[in-house]
């Protein structure tokens, strides 16, 4: 079955730090194009940033600021999420997700994760 897994979410102050991980089961997550998506309570999902499969190119969104960094861990096949500088406004459940291309719609992406709730307040 294939599968991936979000953690390291959770409550954080305003500048604070977090660190996501997407943790693959059942495939090699090295080969796949990953993405991160943060959904807002009331608001649609959103893209963050994708990682392509084989040569890792980048694409973030330009929302995050530059604070948002992606990076692979094949050893764990896991790829990670580093947040900084948070602010209430990155309150949302965050999901990464998987396939053979970073896609431009979400209904482009075939695995999901099951989410990660970070909130973002003092």
């Known amino acids: 079955q294939l599968q991936l897994v979000e953690s390291g979410g959770g409550l954080v102050k305003p500048g604070g730090f977090l660190k996501l991980s997407c943790t693959a089961s059942?495939?090699?997550?090295?080969?796949?194009?990953v993405g991160w998506f943060h959904q807002a309570p009331g608001k649609e999902r959103e893209a963050i940033v994708c990682?392509?499969?084989?040569?890792?190119?980048?694409y973030y969104v330009d929302s995050t600021g530059g604070r948002f960094i992606v990076s692979r861990d094949n050893a764990k096949n896991t790829v990670n999420l580093q947040m900084n500088f948070l602010q209430p406004e990155d309150t949302a459940v965050y999901y990464c997700?998987?396939?053979?291309?970073?896609?431009?719609?979400?209904?482009?992406?075939?695995?999901w994760g099951q989410g990660t709730q970070v909130t973002v307040s003092s």
């Open positions: 990682i392509s499969g084989g040569d890792n190119n980048r």
């Open positions: 059942g495939f090699t997550l090295e080969h796949y194009a």
């Open positions: 997700a998987a396939d053979s291309f970073c896609g431009s719609s979400l209904d482009e992406w075939d695995i």
